[in-house]
T-cell receptor, first 117, second 110 residues
Framework: ETGVTQTPRHLVMGMTNKKSLKCEQH?????MYWYKQSAKKPLELMFV???????ENNSVPSRFSPECPNSSHLFLHLHTLQPEDSALYLC????????????????FGPGTRLTVL | QKEVEQNSGPLSVPEGAIASLNCTYSDRGSQSFFWYRQYSGKSPELIMFIYSNGDKEDGRFTAQLNKASQYVSLLIRDSQPSDSATYLCAVNNYGQNFVFGPGTRLSVLP
């Protein structure tokens, strides 16, 4: 777990709050990802950054706003969330990010458990 | 839409038995395949990956890939109660990143 860290580990927020999730990777990777994991649903890819540029955005609502200031840090800014946004938010990193390497493997952080009241 | 399917389980096996977890995928262009283990409340951790047809062994784990049948499996030999977790299959589609299956919950009974 020390390769990819996430803070906070738990977050409770109201629908009118603004908060940010932070992810940091210490693996020297070039790509970082945000996933959402809701109960009994597959992992949902939200955002992909490769070399600090966003390369994929899977039609995520605008109340989620990512930021990647450098290849080691990734943020997810949250505002006016809905109760259905309550989930485990996972950050991951991989060496390549373009998925053109057969062995490009994603390593996950411990996640942030988000509850929206 | 590219899909990855897994039996949600739970799959129950007795301690010491072989657990067999299966995964099918819809995109014939998929190139590499990953198995992750996820304990309840924890994040996924990589077990192994495979990209050539056939078997790949790592300790008690064996991944099997059959691209013609679009099928990948994970065998766990000598299953232990500590293997009880959800196992996620992920598929790497070149240029389209990872697609995860819904996971299979495995329960190893002492």
């Amino acid at each position: 777990e020390t390769g990819v860290t996430q803070t906070p580990r738990h977050l409770v927020m109201g629908m009118t709050n603004k908060k940010s999730l932070k992810c940091e990777q210490h693996l020297g990777h070039n790509a970082m990802y945000w996933y959402k994991q809701s109960a009994k649903k597959p992992l949902e890819l939200m955002f992909v950054y490769s070399l600090e540029e966003r390369v994929e955005n899977n039609s995520v609502p605008s109340r989620f706003s990512p930021e990647c200031p450098n290849s080691s840090h990734l943020f997810l800014h949250l505002h006016t969330l809905q109760p259905e946004d309550s989930a485990l938010y996972l950050c991951a990193s991989s060496q390549d990010g373009t998925a053109f390497q057969q062995t490009d493997t994603q390593y996950f952080g411990p996640g942030t458990r988000l509850t929206v009241l | 839409q590219k899909e990855v399917e897994q039996n949600s389980g739970p799959l129950s096996v007795p301690e010491g038995a072989i657990a067999s977890l299966n995964c099918t995928y819809s995109d014939r262009g998929s190139q590499s395949f990953f198995w992750y283990r996820q304990y309840s409340g924890k994040s996924p951790e990589l077990i192994m990956f495979i990209y050539s047809n056939g078997d790949k062994e790592d300790g008690r784990f064996t991944a099997q890939l059959n691209k013609a049948s679009q099928y990948v499996s994970l065998l766990i030999r000598d299953s232990q109660p500590s293997d009880s977790a959800t196992y996620l299959c992920a598929v790497n589609n070149y240029g389209q990143n990872f697609v995860f299956g819904p996971g299979t919950r495995l329960s190893v009974l002492p």
